[in-house]
C-alpha cells in the first residue's frame, strides 16, 4: 500500500508576485443589465450575432482599421438593443451585423427574399429595403417601434 506525503507547508501558499491586490482599474464591472443583452443577442442572433457583438464591444477600440475609425458608439448600441428586442426574426434566419466606421451597428437579414439593412450610426437609424430600393431615416426613439413594425412586415 502505498500513502501520500504530507503536503509541504510552502505548497499552499501565494508567491510574493501574486499577493498584491489587482489593480481596480483593470477588474471589469459589467453594468447590471449585461446578463440579460447577452442573453438577448443570443436569442434573437445567435452565437455568431453575439460573439461579433462581443468583439465589437472589446476588442475594436479608438483608431481600429485602416482608416483609423471610430469605436462602437454607445448611442448606436442602446438604440440597436431596443431594436433587436423588438424584432422578430423569420424562422431559420441568419442575420449578418457589422461594425461601421463612424462606430455605428449594421443589422442585416433577409425576409421573402427582400434583404433588409438597418443601421444604427452615433446620430439616427437607417433603414434599406432592397424592395423597394428606398431608404429612410428614423430617431434612435423609434428603434422599439421600428423593430416591431419590421417584425410585422
Not at 510552502?10 to 453594468?31: F, H, I, K, M, Q
Amino acid at each position: 500500500m502505498t500513502t501520500i506525503p504530507a503536503p509541504q507547508s510552502g505548497v499552499y501558499t501565494l508567491g510574493e508576485p501574486l499577493r498584491n491586490d489587482a489593480p481596480v482599474a483593470a477588474v471589469y464591472t459589467p453594468p447590471p443589465n449585461e446578463a440579460a443583452r447577452e442573453e438577448l443577442l443570443l436569442q434573437k442572433l445567435g452565437a455568431r450575432g453575439w460573439g461579433r457583438m462581443h468583439h465589437f464591444r472589446y476588442f475594436y477600440r479608438p483608431e481600429w482599421g485602416a482608416s483609423n475609425c471610430r469605436p462602437l458608439s454607445p448611442r448606436a448600441t442602446e438604440a440597436f438593443y431596443r431594436f433587436v428586442n423588438c424584432l422578430e426574426l423569420p424562422a431559420n434566419c441568419v442575420p449578418s451585423l457589422f461594425l461601421t466606421d463612424d462606430g455605428g451597428l449594421e443589422l442585416r437579414w433577409e425576409k421573402n427574399g427582400t434583404d433588409v439593412q438597418v443601421e444604427f450610426s452615433p446620430t439616427a437609424i437607417e433603414l434599406y429595403l432592397s424592395d423597394r430600393a428606398a431608404e429612410s431615416c428614423f430617431a434612435h426613439t423609434d428603434a422599439s417601434r421600428l423593430g416591431r413594425e419590421l417584425s410585422q412586415r
